[in-house]
């Protein structure tokens, strides 16, 4: 198949290239700025530019399904969260329709729930926009993501390190982290699946439900002592989350605070059924190396 992989120069965009390489597709990766020189061709088709479905048509002509792996955590200049969350996907989708392509599109667990998040409300209207445009669209919603590369899953693995932990004490909810390469490998067998055979919507985690804290501690290098992981009262968190989507400083932010505190684990998670193989776990076995679990201690 001829697949156009939308921010395939991304952390999940990397991997869900190579997945679908290896399975023999022809792969053009779409992202801001044009490079024929790369490995994988990379063709100008920026999403916050291109709002409306006849803006995607020319793009579409020569593909055979469609992988959107756009997202932004913050906003900068014309990347809105309406523009790329929104606009631009509902206008993919609609085109996508015309022409009766497969779209799968990467969005994220944890969306039901109220929200005051900016980034929240954008990823569920998107999804929402998206479903209007092309009812039969593939959405896919994994857990956290661990892997070399990513932005948010380096700064956890250093966190991880630390002797001093600071979290907030409402990051109580359950994260079934998943290994980004496998959401690769499962979203290169969604694109391939017969249409009658292929669901509109699909949950995936890691085998293993923990909340931040012990999973910091399986992220953490065999050898180092049980750190002090001290829990940040709530108004304290929520103005270091608005501090960072300031600064742009590190991937916490207040869109993440929320999250934290509520569940980010498949309703059923069909990342076996996908990959013909129980998921990998992330980390190490903290209990193994004598980490389990101590108490947040709570700052006054």
Same mark, same amino acid.
């Given at each position: 198949?001829?697949?156009?992989? *939308? ?15 290896? $399975? ?7 992202? $801001? ?9 990379? !063709? ?13 048509r ?14 932004? &955590? !913050? ?18 989708? /609609? ?5 009766? &392509?497969?779209?799968?599109h ?9 929200? $005051?998040?900016r980034?929240? !409300?954008?990823k ?22 661990d ?6 899953a380096?700064?956890?693995? $250093? ?71 001290? /829990? *940040? ?24 605070l ?13 990342a ?16 193994? !190396?004598? &980490?389990a679990?101590?108490a947040?201690?709570? /700052?006054?």
């Amino acid at each position: 198949m001829r697949v156009l992989v *939308l921010g395939g120069r991304g952390f999940i965009g990397r991997h869900v290239v190579a997945a679908l390489r290896q $399975r023999g597709h022809d792969v053009q990766i779409g992202g $801001r700025r044009a490079d024929a020189t790369a490995p994988v061709p990379v !063709r100008a088709l920026a999403l916050h530019r291109l709002l409306q479905p006849a803006d995607w048509r020319a793009a579409l002509a020569e593909v055979d399904a469609v992988v959107n792996c756009v997202g932004i &955590l !913050r906003e900068r200049w014309a990347q809105t969260y309406a523009r790329v969350h929104c606009q631009g996907p509902a206008a993919l989708a /609609a085109a996508c329709a015309e022409r009766g &392509l497969r779209l799968v599109h990467v969005s994220a667990l944890g969306l039901g729930a109220p929200a $005051r998040s900016r980034f929240i !409300r954008s990823k569920r209207a998107g999804e929402q926009a998206l479903r209007a445009a092309h009812p039969d669209a593939v959405i896919v919603r994994p857990s956290l993501l661990d892997g070399e590369g990513g932005f948010g899953a380096r700064w956890i693995r $250093r966190v991880a390190q630390w002797p001093v932990q600071l979290l907030p004490g409402s990051a109580r909810g359950q994260i079934a982290a998943l290994q980004v390469s496998e959401l690769g490998e499962v979203i290169a067998a969604l694109v391939a699946a017969p249409g009658p055979g292929c669901p509109r919507e699909v949950e995936l985690g890691g085998p293993d439900a923990l909340p931040m804290s012990e999973l910091l501690l399986r992220l953490r290098a065999p050898g180092r002592g049980a750190p002090l992981q001290i /829990a *940040l009262p709530a108004w304290l968190a929520r103005i270091g989350s608005h501090v960072c989507d300031l600064l742009h400083f590190s991937p916490f932010s207040f869109g993440h605070l929320e999250l934290m505190g509520r569940a980010n684990v498949p309703a059923t998670n069909a990342a076996a059924q996908w990959l013909g193989r129980p998921p990998a776990p992330v980390g190490g076995c903290a209990a193994a !190396r004598g &980490l389990a679990g101590p108490a947040l201690e709570r /700052a006054a």
